[in-house]
């Protein structure tokens, strides 16, 4: 498994912008399935985004607003959030699952989480 380290929350206005990373250890990280989730209070933990071998797949919620990308020389994922909304205030999750798979959507076919991150989104 990898271990997951995220970083880049914090406090934006509405309409502003945030960009989350997530750095991974381990030596064979282009052989995970990057992804990000978000949990808000009192709400179950929701897909956001996810970075497979060159597929990436989005939340309907986050289409057009968010970007996932991922740096295989670095080991790291990061998700660039604009026009955010502050219905997209929660903590986020960084997520990994070996292998190139959309199953990554299912938060209990992740393999590895990292700690979170909180963003919180005033209006």
């Known amino acids: 498994q990898v271990q997951l380290v995220e970083s880049g929350g914090g406090l934006v206005q509405a309409g502003g912008s945030l960009r989350l990373s997530c750095a991974a250890s381990g030596r064979t990280f282009s052989s995970y399935t990057m992804g990000w989730f978000r949990q808000a209070p009192g709400k179950e933990r929701e897909f956001v985004a996810a970075?497979?071998?060159?597929?990436?797949y989005y939340a309907d919620s986050v289409k057009g607003r968010f970007t996932i990308s991922r740096d295989n020389a670095k080991n790291t994922v990061f998700l660039q959030m604009n026009s955010l909304k502050p219905e997209d205030t929660a903590v986020y999750y960084c997520?990994?699952?070996?292998?190139?798979?959309?199953?990554?959507?299912?938060?209990?076919?992740?393999?590895?989480w990292g700690q979170g991150t909180q963003v919180t989104v005033s209006s």
């Open positions: 997520a990994a699952r070996l292998g190139f798979t959309a199953a990554i959507k299912v938060a209990g076919e992740v393999g590895s």
């Open positions: 970075f497979g071998w060159s597929r990436t």
